[in-house]
């Protein structure tokens, strides 16, 4: 019997502190700003360095143009594209990046993805094409 006593004063301690708890308001504010500028385009993920030649698989261009990636892209709903793992900074790469700004070179590397992603770096469903 005591122990019920015990039990249930706690229980009703613990309901008070429940129902009287203050709630701090919550804000977010996340400014993104321009997309970077990038010869071959950037990564889609956080902090957006610029992607050497060869990341992107073609469908990511319209004239030469990057579509973009991340929070910045401009391309059709339910967009996937080939990208190369291999010039994944993120699966290893070590080679050259270019700046931001730079000048893209003459000649394009020929394009040998093997992965599809989404603009936002998610992995195309299996048996997506």
């Given at each position: ?6 039990l ?76 190369d ?43 997506h094409?």
């Amino acid at each position: 019997m005591r122990g019920l006593k015990y039990l249930s004063a706690g229980l009703l301690a613990a309901g008070f502190v429940c129902v009287s708890g203050h709630r701090a308001p919550a804000q977010i504010s996340v400014q993104i700003g321009a997309p970077p500028v990038c010869p071959y385009g950037y990564y889609e993920a956080p902090p957006y360095n610029c992607a050497p030649d060869g990341y992107y698989g073609p469908e990511w261009f319209n004239g030469g143009v990057f579509i973009g990636a991340g929070p910045w892209f401009h391309g059709p709903e339910h967009f996937y594209g080939h990208v190369d793992h291999h010039y994944d900074y993120r699966h290893g790469y070590h080679g050259p990046m270019p700046e931001r700004n730079a000048r893209p070179a003459e000649h394009r590397q020929e394009f040998h993805g093997q992965a599809m992603h989404d603009p936002h770096g998610h992995e195309a469903p299996r048996g997506h094409r």
